[in-house]
């Protein structure tokens, strides 16, 4: 057997079964959010609770701590895309897909990677953070593009093919191959969803 082989074998003897959980309700969260269906949500809550003790079990602390952020997400977004939107009359109807001007996403991005530059300098200053840099900027960049999702904002797609390239790294490099694996498969959802949101789009606002 291969040195390559062998890797892949300890590998997957490491992986718990727990993280096999996880793995396959984000991949039905992902795919539930490419339908726009309300229980993507419920996948996505339970899978952010199970990702919230396997990154504090290998140190990556804004891992930790973005998935609080996404347990509060997965409600607000439940109650979103229940009926976040409203027609002329006022009434509460299903949230609709919308596009930000350059001006929002200049400003999003600004301040993503200002955010990340500073948690980074206070990760590296206070504790031992595996990878500040890189675990900060998913982290932030992850924040902004989740609440993107919520309010349907179709570019959230495009943000998230970055933020998951960025991530399949630091999953490697924290032995999290499983976790790994799902984004790499988050990557192909992640095109097909733009596009499909896309249509979508065209469809109601042409």
Same mark, same amino acid.
């Given at each position: 057997m291969s040195s390559a082989e062998d890797s892949i074998t300890l590998a997957l003897q490491?992986?718990?079964?727990?993280? *096999?959980?996880?793995?396959?309700?984000?991949?039905? =969260?992902?795919? /539930?959010? *490419?339908?726009? #269906? +309300?229980?993507?949500? =419920?996948?996505?809550?339970? #899978?952010?609770a199970i990702f919230l003790y396997l990154f504090w079990d290998v140190n990556l602390l804004m891992e930790s701590a973005l998935q609080v952020y996404y347990l509060a997400m997965a409600v607000y977004g439940w109650w979103q895309w229940r009926g976040g939107g409203s027609n002329s009359q006022g009434a509460?109807?299903?949230?609709?897909?919308?596009?930000?001007?350059?001006?929002?996403?200049?400003?999003?991005?600004?301040?993503?990677?200002?955010? %990340?530059? &500073? %948690?980074?300098?206070? &990760?590296?200053?206070?504790?031992?953070?595996? &990878?500040?840099?890189?675990? %900060?900027?998913t982290t932030?960049? %992850?924040?902004?593009?989740?609440?993107? *999702?919520?309010?349907?904002? /179709?570019?959230?797609?495009?943000?998230? +093919?970055?933020?998951? #390239?960025? #991530?399949? =790294?630091?999953? /490697?490099?924290?032995g999290l191959y499983l976790t790994a694996v799902l984004f790499v498969a988050y990557l192909v959802i992640v095109i097909f969803g733009y596009r499909k949101w896309l249509q979508h789009y065209r469809e109601t606002s042409g």
């Open positions: 490491a992986m718990s079964a727990w993280e *096999v959980i996880a793995v396959l309700l984000g991949i039905t =969260y992902l795919l /539930l959010a *490419v339908r726009e #269906s +309300l229980w993507c949500w =419920y996948a996505a809550f339970f #899978s952010t509460a109807v299903e949230l609709p897909i919308t596009r930000w001007p350059l001006r929002n996403h200049i400003l999003a991005i600004g301040g993503v990677v200002l955010a %990340s530059l &500073l %948690s980074a300098a206070l &990760l590296a200053q206070y504790t031992q953070a595996a &990878l500040p840099l890189l675990d %900060s900027f932030w960049g %992850s924040i902004l593009t989740t609440w993107m *999702v919520t309010r349907k904002i /179709l570019e959230n797609w495009l943000y998230w +093919l970055v933020i998951d #390239s960025a #991530s399949i =790294y630091l999953y /490697l490099d924290r």
